[in-house]
Every structure is written in structure tokens, then in C-alpha cells.
């Protein structure tokens, strides 16, 4: 495993935030930890938006990527805000969205 020191961290995570979508729903800072060399954790949350235009719920999230890919999380919500993720696919629709940053991911990383 290899050790990064905290100068190339920060220099890492930076890229990797300029690398990662901002807008359509995801209008929050990232937090970017990069645990060590085997993956990166990111955050942030996506805002939903009703029929009419309006924000009306904020789903937290994660991604973890890994050399060999990435998985989407959804994070402290209610049973309620569970089953609308659910309903609304939103989870695949964060997927399609990170598959396209995945390869400057794996660069910035040097897996």
C-alpha cells in the first residue's frame, strides 16, 4: 500500500474535486477523504426537486471508488426518503453521472 504524504493529499483531493459533477441536484462542497491508496470516499447530497420546479428534499450520499470501480450510498435518511430514492431511481441516476468522472478518478490515483 502506498503511503501519500499530506501535501500530495491535498494536491490529490483538489483534482479530484474539480474532476467531480457540480449542479444538476448536486449543489453542495464535496468532502473528499482519501482513505489510502486502495480508495477515496466522497460526499456530498442531492437536492430533489418537485414537479413544480421547487427543492423539496435533500438526499445525503457518498461515493466510494476504488481501483476496481465505484458504489453509491445513500446516508442518513428516513425510511420515507429511502423508499423515494428507491422509487425514483436515483441511484442509478448518480451512477450514470460517476461512471463519466470515473476514469480522471483512476489517473488522479494512479490505479
Known amino acids: 500500500m502506498i503511503k501519500y504524504g499530506k501535501a500530495i493529499i491535498e494536491e ?3 483534482k479530484i474535486e474539480a474532476n467531480l459533477p457540480h449542479g444538476s441536484g448536486i449543489n453542495y462542497d464535496w468532502r473528499i477523504d482519501i482513505k489510502n491508496s486502495k480508495y477515496v470516499v466522497c460526499k ?4 430533489r426537486m418537485d414537479e413544480n420546479g421547487f427543492y423539496d428534499g435533500i438526499f445525503p450520499f457518498k461515493v466510494i471508488f476504488t481501483p476496481n ?7 442518513d435518511l428516513t425510511p420515507y426518503g429511502y423508499r ?25 490515483m494512479n490505479w
Do not use: C, P
Open 12 to 14: 490529490m483531493e483538489s
Open 44 to 47: 456530498n447530497a442531492y437536492d
Open 69 to 75: 470501480g465505484f458504489n453509491v450510498h445513500f446516508r
Open 84 to 108: 423515494l430514492a428507491r422509487e425514483e431511481m436515483l441511484k442509478s441516476y448518480l451512477e450514470d453521472i460517476f461512471a463519466e468522472f470515473y476514469d480522471n478518478i483512476k489517473l488522479i
